[in-house]
Nanobody
């Protein structure tokens, strides 16, 4: 049974930091590209960051470049999103995604809420 379990969300003041984690199980983690998406109220889900299966490359949405860092630990089957210099526009539900990049189905976590507010 495939599971992606996000954690680390919460309420933070503007300028603060959070670290999201996504623990994966039920599939061969090291064979999947991992991504973080987010969805704000009334908006479509958008890609925030993606990292390749071996962690050799990462790409980011323009809105988070220089502030967010995606990383993964294949020994722990976990992907992370370090979020610094948070702004209110970062408020959203953040979702973890596992994509085999082969055309086979991908998987989603249940999401974790991030709220940036003073």
């Amino acid at each position: 049974q495939v599971q992606l379990v996000e954690s680390g969300g919460g309420l933070v003041q503007p300028g603060g930091s959070l670290r999201l984690s996504c623990a994966a199980s039920g599939f061969i983690f090291r064979r999947y590209a991992m991504s973080w998406y987010r969805q704000a109220p009334g908006k479509e889900r958008e890609l925030v960051a993606r990292i390749t299966s071996v962690g050799s490359r990462a790409n980011y949405a323009d809105s988070v470049k220089g502030r967010f860092t995606i990383s993964r630990d294949n020994a722990k089957n976990t992907v992370y999103l370090q979020m610094n210099s948070l702004i209110p526009e970062d408020t959203a539900v953040y979702y973890c995604n596992a994509d085999p990049m082969s055309g086979a189905r991908d998987y989603w976590g249940q999401g974790t809420q991030v709220t940036v507010s003073s």
